[in-house]
């Protein structure tokens, strides 16, 4: 797998998905959302990091924890999102958070232990090398800080995975190929403990997407989410093929005019250690 190309499509992507991804998804990844910001459990005067903000659904809530004192530093690859976040600070009149364009697997411009708490909420699937995307939240979390991470969770319990597939037949370089790795078995955890994290804990959480239409699902897989790029680039033909085969394969989960597609998260926290493990 080429890694550069790879963040080139999550970064070009997002940027073109930024604008419609709350709709599409705001409401289905509401409650891994809060039962992550439960677990991190945010106190006002502590620094966090949250890594893959997107448009700030957990930043903002993380801000209003730790204020007024505390900060929250929001990171993403997509400039787009970055943008979006920057826009709804300033609307809201929010100043703890500071917002910086950069890939999670290389914070440069992140100094080491800085942080009390690193949140990262359904961002690590889309990194070509999770694991350096972790050894980087222990770089940068001061000793005893804490993680929490959301992925989700196996294929087979999400009802709507077959939007990779059905894109990557079109493309040429699959859009997402490792999406489901981290969300099988204890495979978050055990990334977790290999980048050097303790007290590692990790649970299931089953959820139902809901779509009041057609056109709701279908743009919450197309046009708001990782495939955005690819289904921009497609012929009104091609877009056509695949949004047929994508009412199909969720016409299980129809329900009256709309769809309540099943998904499934994992959400993983854990303690980056107080001494440093000894490398011998
Ligand atoms: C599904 S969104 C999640 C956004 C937000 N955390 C939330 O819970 O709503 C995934 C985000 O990961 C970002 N992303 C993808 N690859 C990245 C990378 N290598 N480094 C940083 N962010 C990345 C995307 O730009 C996008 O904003």
Known sequence: MDMKFQRRIQRYGWDKAATSYEAGWRDSLALVQSRLLDIASAQPGERALDVACGTGLVTFPLAQAVTPEGRVV????????????????AHRGVGQIQTLRSDAEALDDVPDEAFDLVTCALGLMYFPAPDLALKEALRVLKPGGRIVVAVWGARRNCGWAEIFPIVDARVQSAVCPLFFMLGTGRMLAMELERAGFESVLDERLTTTLPYPDETTALDAAFVGGPVALAYGRFSEETRMEAR???????????????????GEFVIASARKPWEPHDSK
């Open 74 to 89: 929001a990171t993403d690859i997509s400039q787009g999102m970055i943008d979006m976040i920057q826009h709804e600070a």
């Open 244 to 262: 047929c085969e994508y009412l199909a394969s969720i016409s299980p989960y129809q329900s009256g005019n709309g769809y309540r597609i099943p």
